[in-house]
Nanobody, 123 residues
Framework: VQLQASGGGLVQAGGSLRLSCVAF????????MGWFRQAPGKEREFVAA????????YYADSVKGRFSCSRDNAKDTVHLQMNSLKPEDTAVYYC?????????????????WGQGTQVTVSS
């Protein structure tokens, strides 16, 4: 599976961005999809995840209520809608995929990763 993330950019605090991740390969609808981010000098951290059917979503406390994860299995695409952005949201955002199972917040449990897209929020 190959993943290609897009939609990053520069936005002012309080603004919005919508990230997209397209999967190329088989069985997209059977994968849990996750979003992670990594700021300079920091470890990669969990942002959001969505189950294979799209029925359940998970969010980091830091983004809950501001970010929304969705997927379109017909288009092999997952989205991350980011609203009320803050300067501390600045990071490279990665999409990732894995089979269903425990630990959706653990990056080590994901099998495939996209190349990342830069999100910069100015104050």
């Amino acid at each position: 599976v190959q993943l290609q993330a897009s939609g990053g950019g520069l936005v002012q605090a309080g603004g919005s961005l919508r990230l997209s991740c397209v999967a190329f390969g088989r069985s997209f609808s059977s994968y849990v999809m996750g979003w992670f981010r990594q700021a300079p000098g920091k470890e990669r951290e969990f942002v959001a995840a969505i189950t294979s059917s799209g029925g359940v979503t998970y969010y980091a406390d830091s983004v809950k209520g501001r970010f929304s994860c969705s997927r379109d299995n017909a288009k092999d695409t997952v989205h991350l809608q980011m609203n009320s952005l803050k300067p501390e949201d600045t990071a490279v955002y990665y999409c990732a995929s894995r089979r269903s199972g425990l630990g959706v917040r653990d990056p080590a449990r994901y099998d495939y990763w996209g190349q990342g897209t830069q999100v910069t929020v100015s104050s």
